[in-house]
């Protein structure tokens, strides 16, 4: 047994013969490469700070100049030459330092070399967050037959010549990222007035703008005030009340509620071996780790020349969410060397790393298949245990404080929460068939929920593998946005279809240089209360993923192809049919969710775009109004698309309207002051919250080359009890992937038919854009 093997790792036992000394000579290399991994990591991150921290200069830039500066000056005195490159600044430092020469000439050029640099490069740094600020360049019309303005075209050869000298890294850009600016109140009442006009009936729209005049010359005045002075103050006036009150203060379960799924290229199927699959996966997602501590990964760029924010990116890994009884809080480990398994009831703990180096797709294989082989049977209560990550958190937040605070309970926790990530091997067996659409909507709810325990939902993420070879993932949420788990598993899935392959038995390609120390299963002793509290726990969990209506619907009529030869933005597009398909499932207009990212700025996470506008409600009644010609549809259709393209646009500019609105009620509860305004802003209910997955953030699935990569994208569970939650990709110029939620103990709701709504809608779309070229 592999827990005994180390628990024998050194003793020692005094006889009257004397000290004998046993060793286990294995585990104590184990212990020594660890400390050196730990040390090279520590210095390796030491080094890659500084790098950052100086960018858009460089270390090589500061020792030429040291070096130049250094050499001039020395030439003076050999050459008798009158020119001092320091320009007085030597000879000034000189009066200062009591050495003899040359030293004291070499250290005050040297000093002075040091100073001219820091200035050149505080100026480049400060120049660059100020070039960053500019956001014209959103606004300004792409495409065939558009040039961009004066201002722009002066505005990109300044950031190309500051960003030109030095290759960046995953986190160089931060420190010259602006803050996200706080909008004026005016504005932002301006905005969610004309946001909801129609929803809203005259009288109601009336009473709606009185609570907004009174808020804005009332107490509004003084709630922005103070969060004036917090954007002074913090890099972002967003992100840390977004993470506590919208995530971590949550008590109901995060299953379905908050955690998200993504899932597999569907249309390829490398290998049906499930530890093979495991193997490259578990290798890929290692590799990508490795990417982000070396901070080798590039940065995304929008337009290939603005950064995005980066910080999500540490608590990819080693990340768990520990629950509390009033707010939970996300702990990230420095490092960790092994996974958390999860296999027929059982969980393990399976070393991925022998003598600092990491295994092998060949030599995880091996691990995963000692696991599948092991016939050990659940102990009484572990099978079910993962439910109380699933369920309310105050019971599982008061049962790991009793249960699990010490013995081989803690252990066993410890060895889970600090495992680089989770992975389910799963017993059952999922796939994509074109002829039957269930079986990716059976594939959807195993990636979103499975069976309410057999995932550990407070982990940054489980990577789940089907017995036949397909993956997926569910993600917590807190820690980070969907874009930053799409460019990991676009990375895994590059590497796994691309890199990696399998041989002609399905299995991992390469060779076995070590036999790795087995996984170790973990040991749970639970007692008849603790049993009670899963339980509770499961029957939580039960009802609520049993109440979700989830359907998966691939359009292939066609996609973003169409879309850009009508000269409209894909997006803009897609939420159109939304809408759409929203009025004629509904009969009404509703309170519209479309996420959009701030990662413009420093700290940046999401912000929110109404779709639902005035030109969009305007275009969705012309197409239901038999007495508008198609021409009208059409020239309606792209005054509401770019409508919505500027909204998003604002939005990603830090000129949106909830995310500032949230923080002035924040601010409202901690001062404890009521606002009837503020009150019926945050309770209106998202009865339709959507999202697209972003795609191409890598150059590993490149679709014009291997067609058959396509990804099914993600989803997530409904926000509102009576509404829908739509997730989709637009995957290639023919496909989109629509993930469509809802539950179904709501009367009003129903997935599979909304499903069809949006794909007539699409249909309509399309034959009025046909239509209207004929002619």
Same mark, same amino acid.
């Given at each position: 047994?592999?827990?005994?093997?180390?628990?024998?790792?050194?003793?020692?036992?005094?006889?009257?013969?004397?000290?004998?000394?046993?060793?286990?000579?294995?585990?104590?290399?184990?212990?020594?490469?660890?400390?050196?991994?730990?040390?090279?990591?520590?210095?390796?991150?030491?080094?890659?700070?500084?790098?950052?921290?100086?960018?858009?200069?460089?270390?090589?830039?500061?020792?030429?100049?040291?070096?130049?500066?250094?050499?001039?000056?020395?030439?003076?005195?050999?050459?008798?030459?009158?020119?001092?490159?320091?320009?007085?600044?030597?000879?000034?430092?000189?009066?200062?330092?009591?050495?003899?020469?040359?030293?004291?000439?070499?250290?005050?050029?040297?000093?002075?070399?040091?100073?001219?640099?820091?200035?050149?490069?505080?100026?480049?740094?400060?120049?660059?967050?100020?070039?960053?600020?500019?956001?014209?360049?959103?606004?300004?019309?792409?495409?065939?037959?558009?040039?961009?303005?004066?201002?722009?075209?002066?505005?990109?050869?300044?950031?190309?010549?500051?960003?030109?000298?030095?290759?960046?890294?995953?986190?160089?850009?931060?420190?010259?990222?602006?803050?996200?600016?706080?909008?004026?109140?005016?504005?932002?009442?301006?905005?969610?007035?004309?946001?909801?006009?129609?929803?809203?009936?005259?009288?109601?729209?009336?009473?709606?703008?009185?609570?907004?005049?009174?808020?804005?010359?009332?107490?509004?005045?003084?709630?922005?005030?103070?969060?004036?002075?917090?954007?002074?103050?913090?890099?972002?006036?967003?992100?840390?009340?977004?993470?506590?009150?919208?995530?971590?203060?949550?008590?109901?379960?995060?299953?379905?509620?908050?955690?998200?799924?993504?899932?597999?290229?569907?249309?390829?199927?490398?290998?049906?071996?499930?530890?093979?699959?495991?193997?490259?996966?578990?290798?890929?997602?290692?590799?990508?780790?490795?990417?982000?501590?070396?901070?080798?990964?590039?940065?995304?760029?929008?337009?290939?020349?603005?950064?995005?924010?980066?910080?999500?990116?540490?608590?990819?890994?080693?990340?768990?969410?520990?629950?509390?009884?009033?707010?939970?809080?996300?702990?990230?480990?420095?490092?960790?060397?092994?996974?958390?398994?999860?296999?027929?009831?059982?969980?393990?703990?399976?070393?991925?790393?022998?003598?600092?180096?990491?295994?092998?797709?060949?030599?995880?294989?091996?691990?995963?298949?000692?696991?599948?082989?092991?016939?050990?049977?659940?102990?009484?209560?572990?099978?079910?245990?993962?439910?109380?990550?699933?369920?309310?958190?105050?019971?599982?937040?008061?049962?790991?404080?009793?249960?699990?605070?010490?013995?081989? !309970?803690?252990?066993? =926790?410890?060895? $889970?929460?600090?495992?680089?990530? *989770?992975?389910?091997?799963?017993? /059952?067996?999922? %796939?994509?068939?074109?002829?039957?659409?269930?079986?990716?909507?059976?594939?959807?709810?195993?990636?979103?929920?499975?069976?309410?325990?057999?995932?550990?939902?407070?982990?940054?993420?489980?990577?789940?593998?089907?017995?036949?070879?397909?993956?997926?993932?569910?993600?917590?949420?807190?820690?980070?946005?969907?874009?930053?788990?799409?460019?990991?598993?676009?990375?895994?899935?590059?590497?796994?279809?691309?890199?990696?392959?399998?041989?002609?038995?399905?299995?991992?390609?390469?060779?076995?240089?070590?036999?790795?120390?087995?996984?170790?299963?973990?040991?749970?002793?639970? !007692?008849?209360?603790? =049993?009670?509290? $899963?339980?509770?726990?499961?029957? *939580?969990?039960?009802?609520?993923? /049993?109440?979700? %209506?989830?359907?998966?619907?691939?359009?292939?009529?066609?996609?973003?192809?169409?879309?850009?030869?009508?000269?409209?933005?894909?997006?803009?597009?897609?939420?159109?049919?939304?809408?759409?398909?929203?009025?004629?499932?509904?009969?009404?207009?509703?309170?519209?969710?479309?996420?959009?990212?701030?990662?413009?700025?420093?700290?940046?996470?999401?912000?929110?775009?109404?779709?639902?506008?005035?030109?969009?409600?305007?275009?969705?009644?012309?197409?239901?109004?038999?007495?508008?010609?198609?021409?009208?549809?059409?020239?309606?259709?792209?005054?509401?698309?770019?409508?919505?393209?500027?909204?998003?646009?604002?939005?990603?500019?830090?000129?949106?309207?909830?995310?500032?609105?949230?923080?002035?009620?924040?601010?409202?509860?901690?001062?404890?002051?009521?606002?009837?305004?503020?009150?019926?802003?945050?309770?209106?209910?998202?009865?339709?919250?959507?999202?697209?997955?972003?795609?191409?953030?890598?150059?590993?699935?490149?679709?014009?080359?291997?067609?058959?990569?396509?990804?099914?994208?993600?989803?997530?569970?409904?926000?509102?009890?009576?509404?829908?939650?739509?997730?989709?990709?637009?995957?290639?110029?023919?496909?989109?992937?629509?993930?469509?939620?809802?539950?179904?103990?709501?009367?009003?709701?129903?997935?599979?038919?909304?499903?069809?709504?949006?794909?007539?809608?699409?249909?309509?779309?399309?034959?009025?854009?046909?239509?209207?070229?004929?002619?």
């Amino acid at each position: 047994m592999a827990e005994a093997h180390s628990a024998v790792a050194f003793s020692f036992a005094i006889t009257h013969e004397g000290v004998h000394v046993n060793y286990d000579r294995e585990v104590l290399h184990v212990i020594w490469h660890s400390g050196v991994r730990q040390w090279r990591r520590g210095i390796r991150r030491f080094v890659n700070t500084i790098r950052c921290g100086v960018f858009p200069a460089s270390i090589s830039s500061l020792a030429l100049t040291i070096g130049s500066y250094n050499a001039m000056y020395l030439s003076r005195d050999w050459y008798g030459s009158n020119f001092d490159i320091s320009l007085g600044l030597a000879d000034l430092i000189k009066k200062h330092i009591y050495l003899e020469e040359p030293a004291k000439g070499i250290v005050c050029c040297t000093a002075s070399a040091f100073a001219v640099w820091c200035g050149v490069f505080l100026f480049m740094k400060y120049s660059l967050r100020l070039l960053y600020i500019y956001k014209g360049w959103m606004y300004e019309e792409r495409g065939r037959g558009r040039t961009m303005s004066r201002t722009s075209r002066l505005w990109v050869l300044a950031v190309k010549v500051l960003t030109k000298f030095t290759v960046p890294m995953l986190y160089s850009y931060q420190g010259s990222l602006p803050r996200l600016p706080l909008p004026a109140l005016r504005d932002t009442m301006s905005r969610y007035l004309r946001s909801v006009r129609p929803l809203m009936n005259d009288e109601e729209y009336s009473r709606m703008e009185k609570h907004a005049h009174d808020f804005q010359g009332g107490i509004g005045k003084k709630l922005q005030w103070y969060l004036v002075l917090k954007s002074w103050w913090a890099s972002n006036y967003v992100t840390d009340w977004w993470e506590e009150f919208v995530y971590l203060r949550g008590r109901s379960p995060i299953m379905v509620n908050s955690n998200f799924y993504g899932t597999d290229a569907i249309l390829l199927h490398p290998t049906k071996v499930q530890a093979a699959r495991a193997a490259n996966v578990t290798h890929a997602a290692f590799l990508f780790r490795r990417l982000i501590d070396n901070q080798q990964l590039q940065p995304i760029m929008a337009q290939n020349l603005v950064p995005l924010c980066s910080y999500q990116y540490e608590r990819t890994f080693n990340t768990t969410r520990i629950p509390g009884i009033q707010t939970d809080k996300i702990v990230h480990f420095s490092d960790s060397t092994h996974i958390a398994v999860y296999h027929a009831g059982r969980y393990f703990k399976m070393p991925c790393y022998y003598k600092g180096q990491l295994l092998t797709p060949k030599e995880l294989q091996i691990q995963f298949e000692r696991i599948l082989a092991d016939e050990s049977v659940p102990e009484k209560g572990e099978a079910t245990l993962g439910a109380l990550t699933a369920g309310e958190r105050e019971p599982w937040a008061e049962a790991r404080s009793k249960f699990f605070n010490k013995g081989i !309970n803690y252990t066993s =926790l410890e060895a $889970i929460e600090k495992a680089a990530f *989770v992975l389910v091997l799963e017993e /059952n067996e999922y %796939d994509y068939c074109e002829d039957d659409p269930s079986q990716l909507d059976r594939f959807g709810r195993a990636m979103l929920h499975g069976k309410g325990y057999d995932r550990w939902y407070d982990k940054s993420f489980n990577v789940i593998i089907m017995k036949n070879g397909r993956i997926g993932f569910n993600a917590e949420h807190s820690w980070a946005d969907a874009p930053i788990m799409g460019h990991m598993w676009e990375y895994i899935m590059g590497e796994d279809l691309f890199e990696y392959g399998y041989d002609e038995n399905g299995n991992c390609t390469g060779k076995v240089n070590c036999d790795p120390r087995p996984p170790t299963r973990l040991k749970w002793e639970l !007692n008849q209360e603790c =049993l009670q509290v $899963i339980d509770s726990s499961l029957r *939580v969990a039960e009802a609520l993923l /049993n109440d979700v %209506d989830l359907r998966l619907y691939m359009h292939t009529a066609y996609g973003k192809g169409f879309m850009k030869n009508c000269r409209l933005s894909p997006d803009a597009y897609t939420q159109m049919a939304l809408q759409l398909a929203y009025y004629r499932d509904a009969g009404k207009f509703n309170l519209t969710y479309e996420a959009s990212m701030t990662r413009l700025f420093r700290d940046g996470r999401t912000e929110t775009v109404r779709p639902c506008s005035i030109e969009s409600s305007a275009w969705v009644k012309a197409m239901e109004d038999k007495t508008v010609s198609n021409e009208e549809r059409v020239a309606l259709l792209r005054k509401a698309c770019v409508q919505h393209q500027n909204a998003y646009r604002d939005a990603m500019c830090g000129k949106g309207i909830d995310r500032h609105l949230f923080c002035l009620y924040v601010i409202s509860k901690y001062l404890e002051v009521e606002s009837p305004f503020l009150n019926e802003v945050l309770s209106e209910p998202w009865r339709l919250s959507t999202s697209q997955t972003p795609h191409g953030q890598t150059n590993k699935m490149d679709l014009s080359k291997n067609p058959k990569c396509i990804s099914a994208g993600g989803g997530f569970g409904p926000v509102a009890d009576d509404g829908y939650g739509v997730s989709y990709i637009i995957a290639g110029e023919d496909t989109i992937f629509f993930h469509v939620s809802s539950k179904k103990s709501s009367p009003v709701t129903d997935s599979p038919s909304f499903a069809r709504q949006i794909e007539k809608a699409l249909s309509d779309m399309k034959n009025l854009f046909e239509s209207v070229a004929k002619k």
